[in-house]
């Protein structure tokens, strides 16, 4: 079982930057790829980023890459997103989630493909 908690999240002006932390309990945190996912309102929830975990694969949509980095610190248990040049089009309650991949470098990106969630934490970005 692994629960998971998200952090960071707020409101900030358009060109802004914020960083979502994740903090997972459980064991074997090196076993499971982590994403984030986001859904706006009136919006199906999308793949944001995801990184395979070891950390040696990562993976983001078309829209926030070259703005978003994933990171983990498999030490102590935490997957991060750092955002840069924030858009209003990011505005979204942001999750995290956890795939158990044996520890392999696959990682998903589709929900589906994620047992574990956290709650969400809400980041809107103003024009």
């Known amino acids: 079982q692994v629960q998971l908690v998200e952090s960071g999240g707020g409101l900030v002006q358009a060109g802004d930057s914020l960083r979502l932390s994740c903090a997972a309990s459980g064991r074997g945190f090196s076993e499971y790829a982590m994403g984030w996912f986001r859904q706006a309102p009136g919006k199906e929830r999308e793949f944001v980023a995801a990184i395979s975990g070891s950390g040696g694969n990562l993976h983001y949509t078309y829209s926030v890459k070259d703005r978003f980095t994933i990171s983990r610190d498999n030490a102590k248990n935490t997957v991060s997103l750092q955002m840069n040049s924030l858009q209003p089009e990011d505005t979204a309650l942001y999750y995290c989630?956890?795939?158990?991949?044996?520890?392999?470098?696959?990682?998903?990106?589709?929900?589906?493909?994620?047992?574990?969630w956290g709650q969400g934490t809400q980041v809107t970005v103003s024009s």
């Open positions: 989630a956890a795939a158990y991949t044996r520890g392999t470098d696959r990682y998903g990106v589709s929900a589906s493909e994620y047992e574990y």
